[in-house]
């Protein structure tokens, strides 16, 4: 059995969930890089990791399905024994943006069953393989985070099935820190603003503007690092006791100003 902590981090291959899972294995997690089809940023990423004197594994798996959900578990279980921290990173964008008054439902539970019902019965299934590891290990400590976004209480009408999805994202984090703090598993929330990744590269222009316009106090945009060090100073166990916790990640965007 791996000594070593083990973090899952869904969509650890590109993006924010790279940014992540560097910081994790810098902090000295093992970690296990789940994507959804893109076996090569993956295994690029894992070429970054052994570096770090950590080991990593590559589950594709697609977090919407069921049976994909528990390959992620198993593989955790077969390779390293263990788990410690689960990152809920995973997520995707409508394919098309579209206004919310011709919106499709295809659209609407493509997103929602990615984003929302994904991480939410993965986490209903690592959070019971952690409870059954605390009781074994009670001196151990496990974390769950997940990453939601501004538009989990920001209004965008051409993308509202993504906005719904991060709200409930926000819930779904109440929720099971509520539930699991008996069992001294604590569960967070890190809401990224805008980060320059594969899924922002489509509307690069447009939020360059408003950037340069001073949308956000902090002019400049997010890189995965920025999520990734926030993550990393949650699993570091500085903010124990902060579970239910919301970790804004966005040069300041939240703020209300005059
Ligand atoms: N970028 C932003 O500005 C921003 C802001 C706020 C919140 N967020 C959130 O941060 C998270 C990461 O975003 P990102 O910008 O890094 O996105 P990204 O660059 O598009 O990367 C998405 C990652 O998720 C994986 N993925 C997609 N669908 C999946 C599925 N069904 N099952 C398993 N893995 C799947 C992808 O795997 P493949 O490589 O195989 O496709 C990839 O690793 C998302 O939840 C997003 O909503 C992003």
Not at 6 to 19: E, H, L, P
Not at 225 to 235: H, L, P, T
Request: proline share 3%; with cysteine; net charge neutral.
């Amino acid at each position: 059995m791996a000594e070593k902590p083990v973090a899952i981090i869904t969509g650890g291959s590109r993006g924010i969930g790279k940014g992540i899972a560097l910081k994790l294995a810098e902090l000295g997690y093992n970690i296990v890089i789940n994507y959804a089809s893109n076996k090569e940023a993956a295994e690029e990423t894992k070429q970054q990791i052994p570096s770090l004197s950590v080991e990593c594994a590559t589950q594709q798996a697609d977090i919407s399905s069921n049976r994909d959900r528990q390959s992620i578990k198993e593989l955790t279980r077969d390779t390293f024994g263990r788990c410690d921290l689960l990152v809920n990173n995973a997520g995707v964008a409508p394919l098309a943006r579209a206004d919310i008054l011709e919106a499709t439902e295809e659209s609407f539970e493509r997103v929602l069953n990615i984003n929302l019902k994904g991480p939410y019965f993965l986490t209903q299934s690592i959070a019971n393989w952690m409870i059954e590891q605390k009781k074994r290990f009670p001196d151990r400590a496990f974390r769950i985070i997940n990453i939601s976004s501004i538009s989990a209480y920001t209004s965008s009408p051409s993308r509202g099935e993504y906005c719904v999805s991060k709200a409930g994202i926000s819930m779904m984090t109440a929720l099971y820190a509520d539930r699991l703090a008996e069992y001294g598993i604590v569960v967070f929330e890190v809401r990224p603003g805008i980060i320059a990744t594969d899924m922002t590269s489509t509307v690069k222009e447009k939020y360059d503007k408003l950037i340069a316009e001073g949308l956000t106090p902090i002019k400049r945009w997010g890189e995965p690092e920025d999520v990734g060090k926030a993550v990393a100073a949650i699993a570091e166990g500085r903010l124990d006791f902060c579970t239910g916790q919301i970790i804004n990640v966005d040069g300041g965007f939240h703020l209300k100003r005059l």
